[in-house]
């Protein structure tokens, strides 16, 4: 990640924990699969680190529901909540859970899911959140996303839609998903910056880039046919959170094809 955006998000920061005095301070980190967030925030964590500050890091992917509780959705509602990722699909009062243990100054186990298994990690796999901890980075894909409107709703946006959710209970279940206890998870975020795509078309790129990554490290892997099905889950809502997030969103990082950066705006406090 380039060393301008760190540098705003870390102006950002400090700046809000010097307002905070010595209650938790809680960000919300916001961007698109493969633009940078994971990179961002541990720059950030590491810079914190340097100067005392202790900080942790929790990702929404770490809040994915298990296996056999996504299984369950898929038979009671839709066979799309199989696959992990949309809202509808974490468990949302976990982490709700870490938020307040921190804010009350004690350790908090963060829950860590294994993609590979596609399923969550034992509890004794979970890393630990120090007591005393000053800032929380809540980071990603859908980090601060509102719902839709249900008239938004009626025309599919891709072939998964037309295709396998044609009667769009699915999309409507996930719109009453985030429009429900998400929003609350979110509501705790005193910041939220966003890593802005230049648009959709791009992310199947960085997906596919962030497998084949995943594919030299370890046997398996999704295909690249498999990435361009398996983003069509996420596509709806990205494209909705690119045209309204920046607007509201306290810093917005525009950011190119390559991931450069061009333009940084919206910082308020």
């Not at 719109?175 to 998400?182: E, F, K, S, W």
């Not at 791009?202 to 997906?207: F, L, Y």
Request: neutral net charge; hydrophobic residues 45%; proline residues 3%.
């Amino acid at each position: 990640m380039a060393h301008e955006a760190l540098d705003a998000v870390d102006e950002l920061v400090r700046r809000a924990l010097a307002e905070r005095g010595d209650r938790l301070l809680v960000i919300g980190l916001c961007g698109a699969q493969g633009s940078g967030k994971s990179t961002l925030a541990d720059g950030l964590r590491t810079r914190l680190a340097e100067d005392r500050v202790p900080a942790a890091i929790l990702s929404i992917d770490d809040l994915y529901r298990t296996r056999a509780e996504r299984e369950a959705l898929a038979r009671a509602v839709h066979p799309l909540l199989r696959t992990r990722g949309v809202p509808g699909t974490h468990d949302v009062a976990l982490g709700l859970q870490v938020i307040e243990a921190l804010e009350r100054g004690e350790a908090a186990l963060l829950p860590r899911f294994d993609k590979a298994s596609d399923d969550r990690l034992p509890e004794a796999r979970w890393e630990r959140a120090a007591a005393g901890t000053r800032l929380l980075l809540l980071e990603g894909w859908c980090v601060g996303a509102r719902p839709q409107e249900a008239s938004e709703l009626a025309a599919p946006v891709n072939a998964l839609e037309r295709e396998e959710d044609a009667d769009g209970v699915w999309r409507a279940f996930v719109n009453r998903a985030l429009a429900g206890d998400y929003q609350t998870l979110f509501g705790r975020l005193d910041r939220l910056v966003m890593l802005a795509a230049p648009g959709f078309e791009v992310v199947r790129r960085w997906r596919t880039q962030q497998e084949h990554g995943l594919r030299k490290a370890a046997a398996g892997g999704m295909s690249d046919a498999e990435v361009a099905h398996f983003i069509q889950h996420y596509e709806r809502l990205t494209r909705h959170m690119l045209v309204e997030m920046p607007g509201r969103a306290d810093l917005t990082i525009a950011l190119d094809a390559a991931r450069r950066v061009t333009g940084i705006g919206g910082m308020r406090f």
